[in-house]
């Protein structure tokens, strides 16, 4: 059994494109949407995750009402039909999932417009329609041409309405940039770039615009909501040794994220315009062109420190991969082992949720193991110092409930200054102590209780209170005995 951190960031990935995770079958039915991520939710904080990043916008559509784009087809069946009611599936999610301790972080796909060419069954209003000269077809799908200023206009607006209308704890992107390359077949983007590109290398004009719409999203959210979390999981290789014999890793991946799909993530990490990376590190531990081991190593040690490093692993291999290490339950906790020995790595996201929920050899068990307790976050930079709180436990009480305890914040703090949640630790005279429980998300409360269930009624226990912000810092720390 893997030793588990007390401080660890433990995602999953929940793709709606395809319908891969959520919903499990489109719907506009309300309750049915919210009783599929509920019972996700529930089964996720069992193999002990702490935070799920929902894909909101899988390709030029949405899972939340938006002015700039229509109803996703994968949320209700047909795109632009909204699910009945007024229900907003974004709002439920967030609110659930704060309600269980768990952060919430909304994954886009900025550049996709379509998965296919087909172009039936486009709302209205999807960019199809309304803006059909940003758009170019590659490989058989249609993507946002990332050169022209207009598609990075319009795609700031898209982020600036997220994040002001949604109690978000990030916004993330994932590897798709420029499309991954077909072979023989470039990018139709032979026109931007006489129009844009000046002097420059096709190449280094592409990972400019990137650049500059990272940068663009990141001013955008700090400025609206400082807490809020902006990260990239790119490719897991920036550049193989034999592409860039100084900073490249030992490896001979057929594709890297700087050359073909121009995302320079080291570039965002030193230019400080992401909060975290996630490199998608699918690969197992010694798998000869790419291990995890080595990548692990290359992306712990060229990550900046002020940047968060999470490690992304491939769950969809577990038992469904060629390479014999995935024909185990095993491959995955190594992993994370492995992480445990990186100082700069602090934490682990999974994809996807379905390939550990669903996965007939017991993956979801299997996590649990690995996660014998519950995690708080990592402590994340804040643009304020730390404030201090004075909080008084009191004495805790046997109850049929369990072991009682009370806490409560001094009653002049105002309200939008309360601690966002609380951590519940515990320890006896044969046990260390140990976190038992995070509360609910920015309940705003003065005073809060929590039931130990668990405990043993004849067993002296010590308990420890503790309350944080919304960086996860701690704000004071109070013991009951």
């Known amino acids: 059994m893997a030793q588990s951190a007390d401080r660890e960031l433990r995602g999953v990935w929940m793709a709606t494109v395809l319908n891969i995770d959520y919903p499990q079958n489109p719907t506009v039915n309300a309750s049915t949407l919210q009783a ?80 296919t060419l087909d172009s039936l069954n486009f709302a209205p209003d999807h960019l199809y329609h309304q803006h059909p000269d940003w758009i170019r077809s590659y490989a ?37 940039f420029y499309p991954y390359p077909k072979a023989g077949v470039p990018f139709p983007d ?64 057929s594709v890297s994220s700087y050359d073909d799909l121009y995302g320079d993530a080291l570039a965002w ?14 690969w197992s531990m010694e798998y000869a062109p790419a291990g995890y081991r080595t990548l692990a190593n290359w992306w712990a040690a060229n990550t900046p420190k002020n940047i968060a490093l999470y490690a992304g692993h491939a769950a969809y291999k577990v038992g469904n991969n060629d390479d014999e290490a995935w024909n185990t339950l095993e491959e995955l906790p190594r992993q994370v082992e492995y992480n445990h020995q990186l100082p700069a790595l602090k934490g682990s996201v999974y994809f996807s949720t379905k390939s550990i929920l669903l996965n007939p050899a017991g993956l979801a068990e299997r996590m649990a193991d690995v996660y014998p307790t519950p995690a708080l976050l990592p402590v994340r930079i804040a643009p304020q110092e730390v404030r201090t709180m004075k909080v008084k436990v009191y004495k805790p009480k046997k109850t049929a409930k369990g072991m009682l305890v009370v806490w409560d914040v001094d009653k002049t703090v105002p309200k939008s200054e309360l601690p966002h949640y609380f951590a519940i630790y515990r320890a006896s005279k044969s046990t260390p102590m ?48």
């Open 36 to 115: 599929d991520f509920k019972s996700q939710l529930y089964r996720l904080r069992q193999a002990g995750l702490n935070t799920i990043f929902v894909q909101v916008r899988p390709a030029g559509d949405a899972i939340y009402p938006s002015q700039y784009a229509p109803w996703s087809e994968w949320l209700t069946g047909v795109q632009g039909k909204a699910p009945v009611s007024g229900f907003d599936p974004l709002a439920y999610m967030i609110k659930t999932a704060h309600a269980q301790g768990v952060e919430l972080h909304a994954w886009v796909n900025p550049y996709r417009v379509a998965m």
């Open 140 to 176: 058989g799908r249609r993507y946002l041409d990332p050169g022209l200023p207009e598609v990075r206009t319009h795609l700031g607006e898209v982020i600036d309405e997220l994040v002001a209308n949604y109690d978000l704890d990030g916004v993330h992107f994932d590897d798709y």
């Open 190 to 253: 032979e026109e931007t770039f006489r129009r844009y590109g000046g002097s420059q290398r096709l190449s280094d004009w592409r990972r400019g615009n990137v650049n500059t719409f990272v940068a663009e999203t990141q001013r955008r959210i700090k400025a609206a909501k400082p807490w809020v979390q902006f990260g990239i999981s790119p490719f897991g290789v920036w550049r193989n040794l034999a592409q860039d014999p100084v900073m490249g890793s030992a490896t001979r991946a």
């Open 269 to 282: 990490a030193r230019a400080g315009t992401v909060d975290y990376l996630l490199p998608q590190l699918y």
């Open 434 to 481: 140990t976190l038992l429980h995070r509360t609910p998300y920015g309940q705003g409360c003065h005073r809060l209780h929590y039931y130990d269930a668990a405990a043993d009624p004849v067993v002296k226990y010590d308990y420890k209170v503790v309350a944080l912000d919304r960086w996860h810092r701690v704000l004071n720390m109070r013991f009951a005995r």
